[in-house]
């Protein structure tokens, strides 16, 4: 059964660059076919959808984050990262990472904090 | 920018039929915008019940529903049950990019 980690600094200073990675057991990051997106959610609020990658690397992106964001695959260790550059206190959210938006992370909650 | 808009809040008494719906400030809801429908407990993870507009997931339970009704997206519960309460986010699809409803928060009294 596929399973997903997120892990990464807890803590951003602003101006910096959010740094995550989705690690992914049970499965493969290049199943044919399959997706992995990025979801966030800031505390009390909504759930935003970041962006995806596909297995072939094609990326699709939120329109309002698409210049400051990355989402890539790391074949080597199974992984799915997101970076997002010049963040501000707006983008301190629970970050999930999901598989075809079928099966979800636990979350890790990144503070943007001097 | 595309917004998708859902009822903030609704209560219902256990046994209960209720619908949630989700709709688009682009114009109607059809399949080809593949509506999805997640349900969130405090301190979980989104829990996805719905995709495709009415294809439940192996471990939804039966009396969740989906379906396009009118010119929305929507989500029938048929006999709430207490652990029902949550906040249920709808997802539709637009042209490459995905967009969260504002969230259902369902009280269950």
């Known amino acids: 059964q596929v399973q997903l980690q997120e892990s990464g600094p807890g803590l951003v200073k602003p101006s910096q660059t959010l740094s995550l990675t989705c690690t992914v057991s049970?499965?493969?990051?290049?199943?044919?076919?399959?997706?992995w997106s990025w979801i966030r959610q800031p505390a009390g609020k909504g759930l935003e959808w970041i962006g995806r990658v596909y297995t072939s690397g094609t990326t699709h992106y939120n329109p309002s984050l698409k210049s400051r964001l990355s989402i890539s695959l790391d074949t080597s260790k199974n992984q799915v990262s997101l970076k997002l550059s010049s963040v501000t206190a707006a983008d301190t959210a629970v970050y999930y990472c999901a598989r075809e938006l079928e099966i979800w992370g636990q979350g890790i909650l990144v503070t943007v904090s001097s | 920018q595309t917004v998708v808009t859902q009822e903030p809040s609704l209560t219902v008494s256990p046994g209960e039929t209720l619908t949630l719906t989700c709709a688009s400030s682009?114009?109607?809801?059809?399949?080809?915008?593949?509506p999805n429908w997640f349900q969130q407990k405090p301190g979980q993870a989104p829990r996805p019940l719905i995709y495709?507009?009415?294809n439940k997931h192996s471990w939804t339970p039966a009396r969740f529903s989906g379906s396009l009704l009118g010119d929305k997206a929507a989500l029938t519960l048929s006999g709430v049950q207490p652990e029902d309460e949550a906040d249920y986010y709808c997802l539709l699809y637009y042209d490459g990019a995905w967009v969260f409803g504002g969230g259902t928060k369902l009280t269950v009294l």
């Open positions: 495709s507009t009415s």
């Open positions: 049970g499965g493969s990051v290049t199943s044919a076919g399959d997706y």
């Open positions: 682009t114009g109607a809801v059809t399949s080809a915008y593949y």
